[in-house]
């Protein structure tokens, strides 16, 4: 670990060292054989391993891939193609019954260019993304590959699910909920995943189709992530979806604050909305230094970047506390549980999907305007 400022700002203090970082992790991460992405490298008793696979995953690793270049996705890939482990990524995905993964592996086989995406396309459609109850973050991810692959997707499908996804968001909190068309126990509570995906794939839509409600509904949203940026650049994890306020802060993850929340602003910003690049800015200086334990989760020694900093607390108690004192009331919360369970916990995994997010929010050429000091947005 790094347990300094003064020691990241020589290196990991740029985004071209955090692309770097992202490369090699992937490189640990793709398991050839099987051309399929493992779900994390995790740091345990006996050093780091790799646990399990994953196909959504793969898809938003395929994502941050499709911007690099022939050389460096020949090095992750160990030699292999995009389209070879698209096509697997494809046979594993429409055998799935969940939207997201069939979604965003649709996004992924247009990012890298696949010839034949008919299967996705019928699987998409049978599994309804415009009337069924289904997660917020997934459909976020068919009206991306909706938008952009306009020439197989049906007609007014963009359109329907981005009407959807506006009509979702709280009149006057500015939240999108963490369901579309359904009644969970905890409705009310909607993570910063959430606001991203949505925030993301409505400013794409706008860029491409000049829909002024859906740049309208991803700037407002937007400026309620910013308005509520944590002091030292914490990007929060649960929100009110009534009232817009944050219920509970940590855990603070790395992904967000290094490629989610950029990627998303990044798209407002190309569609015609605000500029955010000093939050997006404050956010990485977050993950360079975090004060909650006054070091940074990239890790040089490991060549990864951990997943969260978290309460030091039994079972995630405090946002369950949270979020049942404010469904009683939204004005409710539990005193003390800041002071009683105070951040400082590391989870000490890397997730491949965080690297090719890294890489998408960050491509060659964006990167390369990015001068260290927040400036070239």
């Not at 260019?113 to 917020?136: A, F, M, Q």
């Not at 999108?176 to 995943?193: E, N, Q, T």
Request: proline share 5%; with cysteine.
């Amino acid at each position: 670990m790094n347990n300094s400022a003064e020691s990241n700002v020589g290196v990991e203090k740029t985004i071209a060292a955090l692309r770097g970082l992202a490369i090699r992790g992937l490189v640990r991460m793709y398991v050839p054989e099987e051309r399929r992405f493992v779900f994390c490298l995790r740091k345990g008793a006996n050093g780091v391993a790799p646990e399990g696979r994953s196909r959504r995953y793969a898809a938003m690793t395929l994502v941050g891939l499709a911007g690099e270049s022939a050389e460096t996705v020949s090095q992750v890939l160990h030699g292999h193609s995009l389209h070879d482990v698209c096509g697997q990524l494809i046979e594993d995905a429409v055998k799935g019954d969940n939207i997201g993964d069939v979604g965003v592996a649709t996004w992924a086989a247009k990012a890298v260019g696949y010839p034949d995406r008919s299967k996705l396309w019928r699987r998409l459609l049978e599994l309804k993304p415009v009337e069924g109850v289904h997660p917020t973050v997934e459909v976020s991810w068919c009206l991306v590959a909706a938008t952009l692959d306009s020439e197989n997707a049906p007609a007014d499908l963009a359109r329907q699910i981005a009407a959807r996804l506006v009509a979702a968001q709280g009149a006057t909190s500015n939240i999108f909920p963490h369901v579309l068309g359904g009644g969970a126990s905890r409705s009310h509570v909607s993570c910063f995943a959430d606001m991203v995906y949505p925030i993301h794939s409505l400013s794409n839509y706008a860029r491409v189709t000049g829909d002024k409600a859906a740049l309208a509904a991803a700037a407002r949203g937007a400026k309620h992530i910013c308005d509520a940026l944590g002091p030292d650049g914490q990007w929060w994890w649960h929100y009110d979806y009534r009232t817009g306020r944050v219920l509970e802060g940590y855990p603070v993850y790395a992904v967000h604050q290094d490629s989610m929340a950029p990627m998303c602003l990044f798209a407002l910003h190309e569609a015609g909305g605000p500029d955010y690049s000093a939050a997006i800015y404050k956010g990485l200086e977050w993950l360079w230094h975090s004060p909650e334990i006054n070091a940074s989760l990239i890790d040089t020694g490991a060549d990864l970047i951990w997943r969260k900093v978290a309460r030091r607390e039994p079972n995630k108690f405090s946002r369950y506390a949270q979020a049942a004192a404010s469904l009683l009331h939204p004005s409710l919360r539990v005193p003390g549980l800041g002071a009683l369970f105070r951040p400082g916990s590391i989870d000490f995994e890397d997730r491949p999907y965080h690297l090719g997010w890294v890489l998408y929010a960050f491509p060659p050429a964006r990167a390369a305007r990015w001068d260290g000091g927040g400036r070239g947005a």
